[in-house]
């Protein structure tokens, strides 16, 4: 296959934005097979050049969205079919608005990597202590082994915790929130817009819990404006 020949002589890996760049070049030796793979071509025989280079570029920042296979093909389609059919510009930010549109409106689904599970230990950003566990021991059923059923003590009875041996301390359930929402599947502005709070809640000394409360607010500004 050309393009295969193509990504091996130039040792270029197969993915969306590298397609895009070699098929425009190539495109009339290319024999296309697949379903996706036909729709592309027609796709790309709609953009200019320069447009190929900004629908390239955008599809490299992209870290959930699917960008390789014929998934990847069918993301693209839809995508910058949706900005052609209606005229707007082959922009970043109209490549971002088509895909808020095709998400939210779109007949045929998107593909996307799966992201990572919800810690369901947190709920509307507060921690959800029903889901927390509990380690430490019952000071019911230790009392009820220092006593005999007839209400005399066990002096045979030893507590399980040396009372002169202090607990380790728990880990502050708020910093990993804080490490959870730093991870968060989101566009690199703003995965710096997260780093740039964390830093500076960390520099000026609040509380994990402050901390953990404006990256949570970042969070779902982002999700509310999708």
């Not at 590298?18 to 495109?27: D, E, G, N, Q």
């Not at 027609?42 to 998934?71: I, M, N, S, Y």
């Amino acid at each position: 296959m050309v393009l295969n020949k193509y990504f091996n002589d130039n040792n270029i890996a197969v993915s969306v934005p590298s397609t895009v760049a070699a098929a425009y070049a190539l495109k009339d030796k290319l024999d296309w097979k697949s379903p996706a793979q036909v729709e592309f071509s027609e796709v790309l025989a709609r953009l200019e050049p320069a447009q190929c280079l900004v629908v390239k570029a955008w599809f490299e920042k992209q870290r959930r969205l699917k960008t390789e296979g014929d998934e990847g093909f069918s993301n693209l389609n839809q995508i910058v079919s949706w900005l052609l059919n209606r005229r707007y510009g082959v922009t970043e930010s109209g490549l971002d608005m088509a895909l808020t549109n095709v998400q939210n409106n779109s007949n045929r689904k998107l593909f996307w990597h799966e992201g990572p599970k919800q810690d369901r230990t947190i709920w509307n950003g507060k921690l959800n202590h029903a889901l927390i566990p509990n380690n430490e021991p019952s000071k019911r059923s230790e009392a009820a082994q220092e006593f005999h059923p007839n209400g005399r003590r066990n002096h045979a009875f030893k507590p399980t915790q040396d009372p002169a041996t202090k607990p380790a301390p728990a880990p502050d359930a708020w910093k990993e929130i804080c490490q959870l929402y730093l991870k968060q599947w989101i566009t690199p502005g703003q995965r710096d817009k997260l780093r740039a709070e964390y830093d500076a809640g960390i520099a000026s000394g609040k509380s994990w819990r402050e901390i953990g409360t404006a990256l949570g607010h970042i969070v779902k500004s982002r999700e509310r404006g999708r």
